[in-house]
């Protein structure tokens, strides 16, 4: 049985872990390269682009895969659309693997956005100085708002156009509550923006705004394609392999997580 795994969450490299070294069962696990020094999953790794729904399709047709689980970033929508297209080209089943969302709780102060640019426009009714956690490729978004002042974190560099006024923070995660809280105090932070990425990694900064009473700005992840099963946890997807692909990727009840 022959898995391919899209992404580099750590839902995937989770997911990849219980797979590789099953009788049977050959796992690929594909990273798009986007980022500089990724962390790897066990197993074999493809990295780089497929070339679109079409170069997918013929990939999976070429390396004779049996079944597609996209368990890319939740913001990452256009390779959820090409897997989706490609796998129904192919004839294969697929899955979406997605951590669940944020959801808001007492004491927090969010609001809600469709888009990056809905969130650009928002800003300056809620603060000059902004904390952008959104990812080195939005900050053209932003580029134009020339009266606020940006800490824009980030795994690998941004490139232009950026902000005029802004402080590049290169840092990765896990970050802690209390360093979330240092550092927005020191910067003096006045609202933070952030996507619905979802999972635990990334939650000490929404607890610090809240300790601090800042408004959050919350960019909503895209739509799943319809008619795509999709699940939250990897043990779903392991029971959803079991129940799609038979014995092969069977012992998902030996999954330590």
Do not use: C, Q, Y
Not at 40 to 65: I, K, N, Q, T
Not at 110 to 115: C, L, M, N, T, Y
Request: hydrophobic share 45%; charged share 25%.
């Amino acid at each position: 049985m022959n898995i391919l795994v899209l992404g580099g969450t750590d839902e995937a490299r989770r997911l990849a872990a219980a797979l590789v070294g099953r009788p049977g069962t050959r796992v690929v696990s594909s990273l798009a390269g986007r980022v500089r020094d990724p962390k790897l999953p066990v197993g074999e790794v493809r990295e780089g682009g497929f070339g679109g729904p079409d170069g997918l399709a013929s990939w999976l047709v070429e390396h004779r895969v049996d079944v597609v689980v996209d368990a890319t970033h939740p913001f990452a929508a256009r390779m959820t659309a090409s897997a989706a297209e490609a796998s129904t080209r192919a004839g294969l089943p697929l899955l979406i693997l997605r951590r669940p969302g944020w959801r808001e709780g007492p004491g927090d102060d969010w609001r809600w956005v469709p888009s990056l640019a809905a969130a650009a426009e928002l800003l300056p009714s809620l603060g000059e100085r902004v904390f952008l956690t959104t990812g080195r490729r939005s900050l053209p978004v932003f580029a134009g708002l020339d009266g606020l002042w940006f800490l824009a974190r980030s795994v690998d560099p941004p490139e232009p156009p950026m902000p005029r006024r802004v402080e590049v923070l290169l840092s990765r995660g896990p970050f802690t509550v209390e360093g979330e809280l240092a550092l927005m105090r020191e910067h003096r932070v006045e609202v933070l923006v952030t996507k619905d990425s979802g999972g635990g990694m990334t939650t000490a900064k929404l607890a610090a705004a809240r300790e601090l009473g800042l408004p959050v700005v919350v960019v909503r992840r895209p739509a799943a394609p319809d008619g795509v099963p999709a699940v939250e946890t990897v043990e779903a997807a392991l029971s959803w392999l079991d129940s799609t692909t038979g014995p092969a990727a069977a012992g998902a009840d030996d999954h330590a997580g």
